[in-house]
Nanobody
Framework: QVQLVESGGGLVQAGGSLRLSCAASGRAFGSYVMGWFRQTPGKERVILATVSWSGTRTFYADSVKGRFTISRDNSNNTVYLQMNSLKPEDTAVYYC???????????????WGQGTQVTVSS
């Protein structure tokens, strides 16, 4: 099990940027695939991006491809989500999560952070 804490959310104008961080503690961070997800009220949580154990393989949802970048620093037990060209529709609670397998299936992510709010104003 790994404990996750997100940070870096906030209010930003459309077109701006934010960098989310997710700090992990507990068992070996490098043994987990990491993902970023988001959720808006009344809607299901959706996957945004994943990064493999070593950081060499990434996945992006079409909605964020070309604007968001996921990365990880295994020496600091942290995964990041750099978000550029933000749009009002990016407003959501953002979560990081950990999985033992390389997957885009949300049910395979067993450990979750508490979430951080991102609000993009128009």
């Amino acid at each position: 099990q790994v404990q996750l804490v997100e940070s870096g959310g906030g209010l930003v104008q459309a077109g701006g940027s934010l960098r989310l961080s997710c700090a992990a503690s507990g068992r070996a961070f490098g043994s987990y695939v990491m993902g970023w997800f988001r959720q808006t009220p009344g809607k299901e949580r959706v996957i945004l991006a994943t990064v493999s154990w070593s950081g060499t393989r990434t996945f992006y949802a079409d909605s964020v491809k070309g604007r968001f970048t996921i990365s990880r620093d295994n020496s600091n037990n942290t995964v990041y989500l750099q978000m550029n060209s933000l749009k009002p529709e990016d407003t959501a609670v953002y979560y990081c999560a950990a999985s033992k397998v390389l997957t885009t299936q949300i049910d395979d992510y067993k450990d979750w952070g508490q979430g951080t709010q991102v609000t993009v104003s128009s």
